[in-house]
């Protein structure tokens, strides 16, 4: 299971420690609750100790990251804490589209003109866009928040999926490198990822899965990673030397020329992040997909986000998981908004301009909970509020929103910090 993290009195940070000896401290009043989530407590009196070498583990991706924090005992390595963080990208995306059109429609009605503007703009080099910097930043959070409550001493990310030029030559770096142990994992993880991990022909999934080519060799087909594929066993025998058209997928051909956006969201701030996380001045370990693939296979461990940050480099090797270890699901749901005025389907003003962020020392999305004494709304509410200016909040709980609770009522568990937490 997780561990808790610990932080002395003055805050800094102490070794993680088993939830039964978090129990323990709490019930003797030598500690006290700092932080829900992560789920962190502060020693009262104590200050200083003991602490192991930890390093927090990522594994970048287009829609979940996966984060683990890998202490280094005397009996070995061991996850002692996981997560996956869910990105909001496309969220970003879709609402920078959706004010371009309406800015451009207001335009063209010539309404509340307002002249164009990206006629004169001039982006700086290597700048990303919101969509994909909105990813980096979700992970240095998270690390700049783990450093706060670990005693984190190195990182380590996966800093390439695939290796392009060991596809195309594997001799580039040597020849020994394609006679070694990690020979084929480039070109097959490109594959796995670009055909979405199931068989090309018939969409079975969970099965064993072999390289195969769309034009086969004996016709002319060459091994270049356009004329593969991947497919079960059985519908590679059953086409044989067929090419995939004559097989009756012609579909084919044109998807294995097709991009694979995930990989290029991916490999375009892999670079940022790496550069990020190398001016916090720790240690950094990077690896590449296909170690990260290598690891967990031959340790045995399921095809998760969590896990392959595990496995990241070669320090993932040899990390031991407990099985009753649960990552915490970490949703990125942005804080506030920017827009002054909500707007109609025309791009005409419905709402009145924004209002107090705070009130009674309350903001929309912090998670409370409620004890209703009196009246019809009698009874206790956990989950998150939605302010109003008249002190009257409305709670969403796991099963509904219970409109009218008083503030007076309210007492705040966790304030509002642009993400939703859960567990699998």
Same mark, same amino acid.
């Given at each position: 299971?997780?561990?808790?993290?610990?932080?002395?009195?003055?805050?800094?940070?102490?070794?993680?420690?088993?939830?039964?000896?978090?129990?323990?401290?709490?019930?003797?009043?030598?500690?006290?609750?700092? +932080?829900?989530? /992560?789920? !962190?407590?502060?020693?009262? $009196?104590?200050?200083?100790?003991? *602490? %192991?070498?930890? &390093?927090?583990?990522?594994?970048?991706?287009?829609?979940?990251?996966?984060?683990?924090?890998?202490?280094?005992?005397?009996?070995?390595?061991?996850?002692?804490?996981?997560?996956?963080?869910?990105?909001?990208?496309?969220?970003?995306?879709?609402?920078?589209?959706?004010?371009?059109?309406?800015?451009?429609?207001?335009?063209?009605?010539?309404?509340?003109?307002?002249?164009?503007?990206?006629?004169?703009?001039?982006?700086?080099?290597?700048?990303?866009?919101?969509?994909?910097?909105?990813?980096?930043?979700?992970?240095?959070?998270?690390?700049?928040?783990?450093? +706060?409550?670990? /005693?984190? !001493?190195?990182?380590?990310? $996966?800093?390439?999926?695939?290796? *392009? %030029?060991?596809? &195309?030559?594997?001799?580039?770096?040597?020849?020994?490198?394609?006679?070694?142990?990690?020979?084929?994992?480039?070109?097959?993880?490109?594959?796995?990822?670009?055909?979405?991990?199931?068989?090309?022909?018939?969409?079975?999934?969970?099965?064993?899965?072999?390289?195969?080519?769309?034009?086969?060799?004996?016709?002319?087909?060459?091994?270049?990673?356009?004329?593969?594929?991947?497919?079960?066993?059985?519908?590679?025998?059953?086409?044989?030397?067929?090419?995939?058209?004559?097989?009756?997928?012609?579909?084919?051909?044109?998807?294995?020329?097709?991009?694979?956006?995930?990989?290029?969201?991916?490999?375009?701030?892999?670079?940022?992040?790496?550069?990020?996380?190398?001016?916090?001045?720790?240690?950094?370990?990077?690896?590449?997909?296909?170690?990260?693939?290598?690891?967990?296979?031959?340790?045995?461990?399921?095809?998760?986000?969590?896990?392959?940050?595990?496995?990241?480099?070669?320090?993932?090797?040899?990390?031991?998981?407990?099985?009753?270890?649960?990552?915490?699901?970490?949703?990125?749901?942005?804080?506030?908004?920017?827009?002054?005025?909500?707007?109609?389907?025309?791009?005409?003003?419905?709402?009145?301009?924004?209002?107090?962020?705070?009130?009674?020392?309350?903001?929309?999305?912090?998670?409370?909970?409620?004890?209703?004494?009196?009246?019809?709304?009698?009874?206790?509410?956990?989950?998150?509020?939605?302010?109003?200016?008249?002190?009257?909040?409305?709670?969403?709980?796991?099963?509904?929103?219970?409109?009218?609770?008083?503030?007076?009522?309210?007492?705040?568990?966790?304030?509002?910090?642009?993400?939703?937490?859960?567990?699998?």
């Amino acid at each position: 299971m997780q561990r808790v993290f610990v932080v002395d009195k003055h805050r800094q940070p102490l070794m993680p420690c088993h939830p039964a000896r978090a129990r323990k401290l709490l019930n003797k009043g030598k500690a006290a609750v700092l +932080r829900q989530q /992560p789920f !962190t407590i502060i020693l009262i $009196e104590r200050e200083g100790g003991e *602490t %192991q070498p930890t &390093q927090v583990k990522i594994d970048p991706g287009s829609k979940t990251t996966g984060i683990a924090l890998v202490a280094d005992f005397k009996r070995g390595l061991r996850c002692i804490w996981a997560a996956e963080l869910t990105h909001r990208g496309q969220q970003v995306h879709n609402a920078l589209l959706k004010r371009r059109q309406q800015r451009r429609t207001r335009r063209s009605r010539k309404t509340r003109y307002r002249p164009a503007r990206f006629n004169n703009r001039r982006r700086e080099q290597g700048v990303l866009s919101p969509s994909l910097q909105s990813r980096v930043d979700n992970i240095l959070t998270w690390v700049k928040r783990l450093r +706060r409550f670990a /005693p984190i !001493t190195r990182l380590a990310m $996966e800093l390439t999926r695939f290796d *392009t %030029q060991k596809m &195309q030559n594997p001799e580039i770096s040597g020849i020994e490198y394609q006679q070694g142990t990690l020979q084929g994992y480039e070109v097959r993880e490109y594959l796995l990822e670009k055909w979405g991990r199931q068989c090309a022909y018939c969409g079975k999934t969970s099965v064993p899965l072999e390289v195969e080519h769309i034009v086969p060799q004996t016709r002319g087909g060459s091994q270049r990673v356009p004329n593969l594929t991947i497919a079960c066993e059985p519908c590679n025998r059953k086409k044989g030397n067929q090419t995939a058209a004559e097989f009756g997928y012609p579909e084919i051909q044109a998807q294995a020329k097709q991009p694979l956006k995930d990989a290029a969201v991916v490999n375009a701030t892999r670079r940022t992040l790496y550069e990020q996380l190398k001016a916090t001045g720790l240690s950094l370990e990077v690896g590449t997909g296909a170690r990260t693939k290598y690891n967990r296979i031959r340790q045995g461990y399921p095809k998760t986000h969590w896990l392959d940050a595990v496995c990241v480099g070669d320090s993932g090797e040899q990390v031991f998981v407990h099985p009753a270890l649960k990552p915490l699901i970490i949703t990125a749901t942005g804080r506030q908004s920017r827009q002054m005025c909500r707007v109609d389907k025309f791009g005409f003003p419905r709402t009145s301009a924004k209002q107090q962020r705070m009130v009674n020392g309350f903001q929309t999305g912090d998670m409370v909970k409620a004890v209703v004494t009196v009246g019809k709304k009698t009874g206790t509410y956990m989950g998150r509020v939605a302010i109003r200016a008249s002190g009257s909040f409305n709670i969403k709980t796991k099963n509904k929103i219970v409109q009218g609770i008083g503030y007076q009522y309210c007492q705040s568990q966790h304030r509002s910090d642009g993400y939703d937490y859960s567990f699998v």
